[in-house]
Every structure is written in structure tokens, then in C-alpha cells.
Nanobody, 127 residues
Framework: QVQLVESGGGLVQTGGSLRLSCAASGRTFSTYTMGWFRQAPGKEREFVAAISRGGMNTYYRDSVKGRFTISRDNTKNTVFLQMDSLKPEDTAVYYC????????????????????WGKGTLVTVSS
């Protein structure tokens, strides 16, 4: 069992930055692929970024490439999402996720394939 707790959301102006953190419980953090999803009002939850177990490989949705960076610290059981050059369309609840599927296929898999979810943190980008 893995419990995930997100933090770092908030209100920011267009062009600003935020850094999300996700703290995971348990001693098996390094055995999980970790990632971030988001859900805007009235829309389905969508993939944002994923990082492999050792942190060497990362994957992003096209609309955030070059602006968002996912990283992890396996010594602290934490995954991060650095978000720069934020746009109003990035406004959403951001969810931390953990799973056993390899990170490379996360962009194409349905959300039901994710094993564990956090409760989410709200990011609002004002225009």
C-alpha cells in the first residue's frame, strides 16, 4: 500500500512558476513509477508527466514539454513537478500517481491502470 500526499499548489500569474511535491509512504517507493496527472473543471483526468523508478527516464504530454520538469528523490520518498511559464490552460487539480507499469507507456494508458492516487492539489493560473 502506498499513500501519496501532494503539496505546493496555489494561485500564480501567467508566466509564473510553481513546484509541486508528493510525499509517499512506505519503504518501496523506488520500486514504483511515479507521475502526475491533472483534471480541469468539466474535463477528464489527463496525463502530465512520468518518471521511471530510478529517475533516469522522463515522459511528458506535448503541451507541457519544455515548461514542466518531473524529478524524484528516492532517499526522501518524494517526487516533484517543477512548472515554469505557466499558462491559464494549466489550471487544474494536479494528482500524484504511483504505479507498476513502466513509465514509457504511461502517456498512452488509461487512468484506471494507475495503482495509487493522491488527493490532489489545486493549481490556478490567472491571466
Amino acid at each position: 500500500q502506498v499513500q501519496l500526499v501532494e503539496s505546493g499548489g496555489g494561485l500564480v500569474q501567467t508566466g509564473g512558476s510553481l513546484r509541486l511535491s508528493c510525499a509517499a509512504s512506505g519503504r518501496t517507493f523506488s520500486t514504483y513509477t511515479m507521475g502526475w496527472f491533472r483534471q480541469a473543471p468539466g474535463k477528464e483526468r489527463e496525463f502530465v508527466a512520468a518518471i521511471s523508478r530510478g529517475g533516469m527516464n522522463t515522459y511528458y504530454r506535448d503541451s507541457v514539454k519544455g515548461r514542466f520538469t518531473i524529478s524524484r528523490d528516492n532517499t526522501k520518498n518524494t517526487v516533484f513537478l517543477q512548472m515554469d511559464s505557466l499558462k491559464p490552460e494549466d489550471t487544474a487539480v494536479y494528482y500524484c500517481a504511483a504505479g507498476t507499469l513502466t513509465a514509457a507507456i504511461w502517456p498512452k494508458r488509461p487512468v484506471n491502470d494507475i495503482d495509487y492516487w493522491g488527493k490532489g492539489t489545486l493549481v490556478t493560473v490567472s491571466s
